[in-house]
């Protein structure tokens, strides 16, 4: 059974960092590309950042987070984490990860909670 667990979420204020982790299970994590998506309420999840298999780990971020975040894989802890630096309130949403688009698990994880205010 294919299991995804968020964590790392919460309240910050602008400007602050946190880190996002994914524990995986139920499939061969270290053979596939991993996403992070976010979603806030009334829009739909967005892929916002990729990272390919070892060893070429290539990565992929969305505009609004270039230069802030940094995707990363720890594939013997089937573990993809997300680090969030210089936050801003545009930020605030839900985070999941999972697979690539079109090739995503239907189980999606409860994803954790990420609000920046002041």
């Known amino acids: 059974q294919v299991q995804f667990v968020e964590s790392g979420g919460g309240l910050v204020q602008p400007g602050e960092s946190l880190t996002l982790s994914c524990m995986v299970a139920?499939?061969?994590?270290?053979?596939?590309?991993m996403c992070w998506y976010r979603q806030t309420p009334g829009q739909e999840r967005k892929l916002v950042a990729h990272?390919?298999?070892?060893?070429?780990?290539?990565?992929y971020y969305t505009d609004s987070i270039k230069g802030r975040f940094t995707i990363s894989r720890d594939d013997a802890k089937n573990t993809l984490y997300l680090q969030m630096n210089n936050l801003k309130p545009e930020d605030s949403s839900v985070y999941y990860c999972?697979?690539?688009?079109?090739?995503?698990?239907?189980?999606w994880g409860q994803g954790t909670q990420v609000t920046v205010s002041s």
């Open positions: 999972n697979r690539l688009p079109g090739w995503t698990f239907p189980s």
């Open positions: 139920g499939f061969d994590f270290s053979k596939y590309p």
């Open positions: 990272i390919t298999q070892a060893p070429s780990s290539v990565l």
